[in-house]
C-alpha cells in the first residue's frame, strides 16, 4: 500500500451494514497488517448523537467472539477500535461535513510525514436515498486537499435505483461529482472466492476451453437459497423484492463471469468490457420463461402492506443471444424462506451421442461450483459401478475447499473488496456501462410485477419454492440427475 494518512470513513456508522459487514472488515484487514496504526483512521458519520465510546461499545460485539477470543485478540480488538473516532451530523448539512473535514484534516496533519499524501475512502453504508445529497457534501466539503498526490474514493452500496431510470439519474448525479475511477459499486457477490475463481477455472485449463458453448451444454443455473425471510427487514424488502435484491446484482454478475467471453488481459477495463458485452446479448425476458413466489407468512410482517405483491422467490429464463450461448437457457433462480441455504452454480451438459451404455436415464455431466456455504467444486461422471458387473453409476470428481487447503482461511467478501478499494483496483467492482446494461435486463419485468401484471404463487415458507419453478426448469431442458 502506498504511504502517507489514510482515512476511511464509514457514513451510516450505526447502522446494521456497518456494524455487520464494514467495521468487522476493516478490523481483518487490520489484524492482518494491511491497515497500520500510524497511517489510519477510521471515523464514523451518522445522525445519531453518541460519543466515540458509544460507537466503539456497539461494534465491538461484531469484530470478534469474546468468548473465544485469546487475551492478544483482545487487545488487537482495543488497539483497532481506538483508532475509531465518531462525528455526528445529518446527510445534508453543509456543517456536519465541514465538522468531519475537520477532524479528518487534523488527523492527516498528525499522520502524515510531510512528502505522504492524503488518501480518504468514503464508504457508504447508507440507503440510497441519501447518496445524492452525501455524495454532493463529500464532493464540496470533505475532498483530500493537502496534495495532489493521494485521492479521494467513494465506495456504494446496492441498491443503486429502482429501475433502469432511477439508475441513470443517481449515476448521473455521482457522475457530475466524481470520476468513474473514483467510484466503487459494491456487489459483494463478486468477492467470494468462487467467483473469484471462475475467470481462473475457465480461462486457465485446456479441459474446459473446448467445452464451454452451446455445442457441449444443455443448460446453467445459478442458484441462492435461503433458509431464512426476510427477518426484520420487510420493509427494506418489500420495496425491492428479490430480482432487485439479488437476481439483477449478484446472479447476474455471477453469469457475466461463467458466459464472457475470454478478456484481452486481466486489466478491470478489459474484464469489465467482455462483461458488458454479455449483458448486452441478453434478449428481453419472455413472461412464460418467468416464475414467481411470496412464502406464507412474509405478510405478518407489520412492515409489509397487506396487499403487497413483492416476490420473495424468482426464477428467470435468460437467453444469452451469441454464437458461444444461442439456445442455452441461463436459469436463475433465487429465493428466500426455503428448505436450505446455498448459493451455486451448475453447468449441465448435453446427453452423449449414441448412447452404447443406455445410462442416459442415470444423468448427465454436471459441473457443480458451489459458493457457499462450504465452497466446492465437483463434477458429476458416469463410471462403471466397481464389481464384476459392466454396469454405470454416476459419481463425482470432488474438490471440497475444507478438505484441499485446509487451514487456509478464505477471506469474508467484504474484506477483499475493501482492500482492493484501497489498492484502487476497480475489477471486482461494476462499472456504470453494466450497471445500465443489467438494470435494462430486468426493467421490463420489474415495471410488470410492479403494476400488478405478473403476480407471485405463494409457497410454503420452508419448501422448494413453488412447484410451477421446477417445471419451467424441465420446461428449459434441465434433466435432474440422481447421483450415488
Ligand atoms: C444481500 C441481500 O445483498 O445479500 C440480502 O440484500 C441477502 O437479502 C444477502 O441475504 C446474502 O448474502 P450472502 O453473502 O449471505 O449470500
Known amino acids: 500500500l502506498e504511504n502517507g494518512s489514510l482515512s476511511i470513513i464509514v457514513l451510516g456508522a450505526s447502522g446494521d451494514l456497518a456494524k455487520k459487514k464494514t467495521f468487522p472488515a476493516l478490523f481483518n484487514l487490520f489484524r492482518q497488517g494491511f491497515l497500520q496504526p500510524e497511517e489510519v483512521h477510521i471515523f464514523g458519520y451518522a445522525r445519531t448523537k453518541i460519543s466515540d465510546d458509544d460507537l466503539r461499545s456497539r461494534i465491538r460485539g461484531y469484530l470478534i467472539r469474546e ?45 502524515n510525514s510531510a512528502e505522504g499524501s492524503s488518501r480518504r475512502l468514503f464508504y457508504l453504508a447508507l440507503p440510497p436515498s441519501v447518496y445524492p445529497s452525501v455524495c454532493k457534501m463529500i464532493s464540496h466539503y470533505c475532498t483530500n486537499k ?11 452500496e446496492k441498491p443503486f435505483g429502482k429501475d433502469l431510470e432511477s439508475a441513470e439519474e443517481l449515476s ?3 457522475g457530475e461529482l466524481f470520476d468513474e475511477s473514483q467510484i466503487y459499486r459494491i456487489d459483494h457477490y463478486l468477492g467470494k472466492e468462487l467467483v473469484q475463481n471462475l475467470l481462473v477455472l475457465r480461462f486457465a485449463n485446456r479441459l474446459f476451453l473446448p467445452l464451454w458453448n452451446r455445442d457441449n451444454i444443455a443448460n446453467v443455473q445459478i442458484v441462492f437459497r435461503e433458509d431464512f425471510g426476510t427477518e426484520g427487514r420487510g420493509g427494506y424488502f418489500d420495496q425491492y423484492g428479490i430480482i432487485r435484491d439479488i437476481i439483477q446484482n449478484h446472479l447476474l454478475q455471477v453469469l457475466c463471469l461463467v458466459a464472457m467471453e475470454k ?5 478491470p477495463e478489459h474484464i469489465r468490457d467482455e462483461k458488458v458485452k454479455v449483458l448486452q446479448s441478453v434478449l428481453p425476458i419472455k413472461d412464460e420463461e418467468v416464475v414467481l413466489g411470496q412464502y406464507d407468512g412474509y405478510k405478518d410482517d407489520p412492515t409489509v402492506p397487506d396487499d403487497s405483491n413483492t416476490p420473495t422467490f424468482a426464477t428467470v429464463v435468460l437467453r444469452i443471444h451469441n454464437e458461444r450461448w444461442e439456445g442455452v437457457p441461463f436459469i436463475l433462480k433465487a429465493g428466500k424462506a ?23 436415464k442415470q444423468g448427465r455431466n454436471e459441473f457443480v461450483i458451489r459458493l457457499q456455504p462450504s465452497e466446492a467444486m465437483y463434477m458429476k461422471l458416469m463410471v462403471k459401478q466397481p464389481g464384476l458387473e459392466m454396469s454405470t453409476v454416476q459419481s463425482e470428481l470432488d474438490l471440497s475447499y475444507a478438505q484441499r487447503y485446509q487451514g487456509v482461511t478464505i477471506p469474508e467478501a467484504y474484506e477483499r473488496l475493501i482492500l482492493d478499494t484501497i489498492r484502487g483496483d476497480q475489477q471486482h ?11 435494462e435486463i430486468f426493467t421490463p419485468l420489474l415495471h410488470r410485477i410492479d403494476d400488478g ?32
Not at 493537502?146 to 456504494?156: A, C, F, H, P, Q
Not at 462499472?431 to 443489467?438: N, T
Open 67 to 111: 468468548k473465544d477470543a485469546s487475551p492478544k485478540d483482545l487487545e488487537t480488538v482495543n488497539e483497532f477500535l481506538q483508532l475509531i473516532k465518531y462525528v455526528s451530523g445529518s446527510y445534508d448539512s453543509a456543517e456536519g461535513f465541514q465538522l468531519l473535514d475537520k477532524e479528518i484534516s487534523e488527523n492527516e496533519v498528525a499522520k
Open 146 to 156: 493537502i496534495d495532489l498526490s493521494g485521492w479521494t474514493r467513494i465506495v456504494v
Open 172 to 174: 448521473s448525479h455521482i
Open 263 to 267: 478478456p484481452i488481459s486481466l486489466k
Open 338 to 360: 426455503l428448505n436450505s441455504r446455498k448459493a451455486e452454480i451448475r453447468v449441465q451438459f448435453k446427453d452423449v451421442p449414441g448412447d452404447i451404455f443406455k445410462c442416459k
Open 429 to 439: 467492482f461494476v462499472r456504470r456501462d453494466e450497471l445500465k446494461a443489467a438494470w
Open 453 to 484: 401484471k405478473l403476480k407471485p404463487l405463494p409457497y410454503k415458507s420452508g419448501s422448494r419454492g413453488p412447484t410451477e419453478a421446477d417445471e419451467l426448469l424441465e420446461k428449459s431442458g434441465y434433466v435432474q440427475t440422481h447421483g450415488y
